[in-house]
Structures are given as C-alpha cells and as structure tokens.
C-alpha cells in the first residue's frame, strides 16, 4: 500500500518562505517520479513542481526561480522548498506519487498514488 503524508503547510505573509514534506512509504522510493500539484478555489488542479527517479525536475512557470523541489531518497522525503511566496500561490498542495516514468511531470493523469493535502496560505 503506498502512502504519502504531507507536512509543514501553514500561514505565511507575502515574501515569507515555508518547507512542504512528504513522506513516503509502501514501494521502492529511489523508483519514484514525484510531484507537488496545488489547487486553489474554483481552480482547476496545477502542477507546480516535479522530479523523476533520476533526478531530472521540472516546474511550472509561476513556481520558477521561487520553488525548489528535491528528493531526500535516504529518508524517503520529497520536499518542495517555496520562497517569496505571494498571495496567488494560497491553496491546497498535494503530493504525489507514481513508480517509474512520468511522461510529464507537472500532469496529474501521469501520477496515481496521493497525499491527502495541506493547505498553504499567503496573506498580503
């Protein structure tokens, strides 16, 4: 059974920083292509950063230069590291999961193991 449980999503002012974790357990974690995908009210779901098994990572364009994803596959943890943070970036942020290749890693078709979400809020 995988399993994927977040943490460190909270409250923040624009400009401020926070650290999502995402631990992972139930198969072979250095197999894994990994995401953070967030969802907003009344958005559709985004792919905000991804990285595969070998390290490649790719991001949206709104998370470039501000968002760095890495895989610690030691503690099997993913993380998304986000600095100046605005109000735009507030929503629900999942992480997901899937072994092996995914054809593109900012989709969520491509990913079908999922965390249960944390909610990240940028206040003005």
């Known amino acids: 059974l995988v399993q994927l449980e977040e943490s460190g999503g909270g409250s923040v002012q624009a400009g401020g920083s926070l650290r999502l974790s995402c631990a992972a357990s139930g198969f072979i974690y250095s197999a894994l292509s990994m995401a953070w995908f967030r969802q907003a009210p009344g958005n559709e779901r985004e792919g905000v950063a991804g990285?595969?098994?070998?390290?490649?990572?790719d991001y949206a364009d709104s998370a470039k230069g501000r968002f760095t994803i890495s895989k610690d596959n030691a503690k099997n943890i993913l993380y998304l590291q986000m600095n100046s943070l605005k109000p735009e970036d507030t929503g629900m942020y999942y992480c997901a999961a899937r072994h092996g290749i995914a054809a593109d890693l900012l989709d969520g078709e491509y990913f079908n193991n999922w965390g249960q979400g944390m909610q990240v809020t940028v206040s003005p």
């Open positions: 990285i595969d098994a070998d390290g490649n990572t």
